[in-house]
Nanobody, 124 residues
């Protein structure tokens, strides 16, 4: 059974930083593209960032470009999201997801496996 476990969320002041991690229990992690999505209260889940299976290609939603960095350590079955210059509008539950195609995508429907989420709260 594939499990994705996020960690690293918390409460931070605007302008601060957090680093999210997602550990994936799967033998073929290096074949999977990975993504981060988030859902704020009262809003739909939205795409944040994605990374191809090799880690060579990354994709970001416009609102986080230049502030967030996605990375992937295939040797440790772990994906990261470094979040800098956080804004109050970044407050949400952040979910990691695994995409078997290996390409990386902004479409939630492309992802087969999902974590339970980690709360990120940015205060003003």
């Amino acid at each position: 059974q594939v499990q994705l476990v996020e960690s690293g969320g918390g409460l931070v002041q605007a302008g601060g930083s957090l680093r999210l991690s997602c550990v994936v229990s799967i033998r073929t992690f290096s074949n999977y593209a990975m993504g981060w999505f988030r859902q704020a209260p009262g809003k739909e889940r939205e795409f944040v960032a994605a990374i191809s299976s090799s880690g060579y290609r990354t994709y970001y939603t416009n609102s986080v470009k230049g502030r967030f960095t996605i990375s992937k350590d295939n040797a440790k079955n772990t994906m990261f999201l470094q979040m800098n210059s956080l804004k109050t509008e970044d407050t949400a539950v952040y979910y990691c997801a695994a995409d078997m195609s290996g390409r990386g995508s902004g479409a939630a429907g492309e992802y087969k496996y999902w974590g339970q989420g980690t709360q990120v709260t940015v205060s003003s």
